[in-house]
């Protein structure tokens, strides 16, 4: 029905302005808490982003809750945590 056509578009509209949100919150938590080490050239033993890049978001994620990362992610909340894992 139409009804349910317009709800499955402004659904998807919904999720691609999120989608542009979590990128923006993403970015902005990498700019605070890892581009100094993570960024361009990287500091030594540091991954490099398109390495980075290849790690699976819940790795990076889990590496700022118990991993190596714990202290490096404490001035990170937790929705900045996500979105800079899925950055």
């Excluded at 009804?3 to 970015?27: F, N, R």
């Excluded at 994620?61 to 118990?66: E, K, V």
Aim: charged residues 20%.
């Amino acid at each position: 029905s139409l009804c349910q056509a317009l709800t499955i578009v402004c659904t998807a509209l919904a999720a691609s302005a999120w989608a542009g949100d979590d990128k923006a919150i993403g970015e902005q938590a990498f700019t605070k808490a890892c581009a100094a080490c993570h960024g361009d050239p990287p500091v030594p033993r540091a991954l490099p982003r398109d390495q980075l890049a290849k790690l699976t978001p819940e790795f990076i994620y889990q590496a700022q809750l118990t991993g190596k990362m714990v202290l490096n992610a404490a001035a990170l909340n937790d929705m900045e945590k996500r979105a800079v894992a899925i950055y």
